[in-house]
């Protein structure tokens, strides 16, 4: 199993590295201190398993998994964070995470994470699945598609339209066109209420 880690912690990252080798649970074959590196790195050798920071700059874990989603790559991606919101939860797995992994717990569950996730299986805590099945159940649903929630969260972190466009690939016409929809959904006339809604509910990160 070719396992990829991602962080822009260069401790962070050592110390993951030190839990993989201890517990042999699979080959590192890179690792990377940004999205972007981590996005170039899976599209060359789509690895087994990539183990990323939910928060890496401009290229955040969240991105790299919609992107591995949208081409539908074979790559599995557990999320390591500090976010314990069930919000962010729920976003990162409709980004299409795989599994869902505190930093705090990560010296004690990281193994499982990895073998559960390279099984085909989801990882959450126990804790996480109980409060995300609960959220779910009650949730508002403002029928927003995944691209859509992450250009909200790109304008909350006060990105031009062209700035999200060359970060997604995408022309900064289809940012203008998301974005006129995001707001006549949501019912907002302003950026502000755009900013504090992506805070609300855990999509600025």
């Known amino acids: 199993m070719k396992i990829l880690v991602a962080?822009?912690?260069?401790?962070?990252?050592?110390?993951?590295?030190?839990?993989?080798?201890a517990a042999n649970v699979g080959t590192i074959i890179a690792d990377v201190d940004s999205?972007?590196?981590?996005?170039?790195?899976?599209?060359?050798?789509?690895?087994?398993?990539a183990i990323l920071d939910i928060t890496?700059?401009?290229?955040?874990?969240l991105s790299v998994c919609q992107r591995i989603k949208a081409?539908?790559?074979?790559?599995?991606?557990?999320?390591?964070?500090?976010?314990?919101d069930?919000?962010?939860?729920?976003?990162?797995?409709?980004?299409?995470?795989?599994?869902?992994?505190?930093?705090s717990d990560a010296f004690n569950s990281l193994t499982n994470a990895i073998q559960t996730v390279q099984a085909g299986r989801q990882y959450l805590s126990a804790?996480?699945?109980?409060?995300?099945q609960s959220y779910r159940n009650n949730k508002t649903d403002f029928d927003l598609t995944i691209r859509e929630k992450e250009i909200i969260r790109y304008i909350s972190l006060g990105q031009t339209n062209?700035?999200?466009?060359?970060?997604?690939?995408?022309?900064?016409?289809?940012v203008d066109a998301h974005?006129?929809?995001?707001?006549?959904?949501?019912?907002?006339?302003?950026?502000?209420?755009?900013?504090?809604?992506?805070i609300e509910e855990g999509l600025s990160l």
């Open 86 to 103: 069930i919000k962010v939860i729920d976003t990162a797995l409709e980004a299409g995470a795989h599994g869902y992994l505190l930093k």
């Open 35 to 49: 999205g972007e590196r981590a996005w170039q790195y899976i599209i060359s050798h789509q690895p087994d398993i």
């Open 56 to 61: 890496m700059g401009e290229v955040s874990g």
């Open 7 to 21: 962080d822009d912690h260069h401790i962070v990252r050592q110390g993951l590295l030190a839990l993989i080798q």
């Open 127 to 132: 804790d996480n699945q109980s409060e995300l």
């Open 179 to 198: 974005r006129t929809r995001i707001m006549k959904k949501l019912g907002f006339n302003k950026t502000a209420q755009l900013v504090r809604f992506a």
């Open 162 to 174: 062209k700035q999200i466009a060359e970060t997604l690939y995408i022309s900064a016409k289809t």
């Open 71 to 84: 081409r539908r790559l074979k790559t599995r991606v557990i999320l390591l964070t500090m976010h314990s």
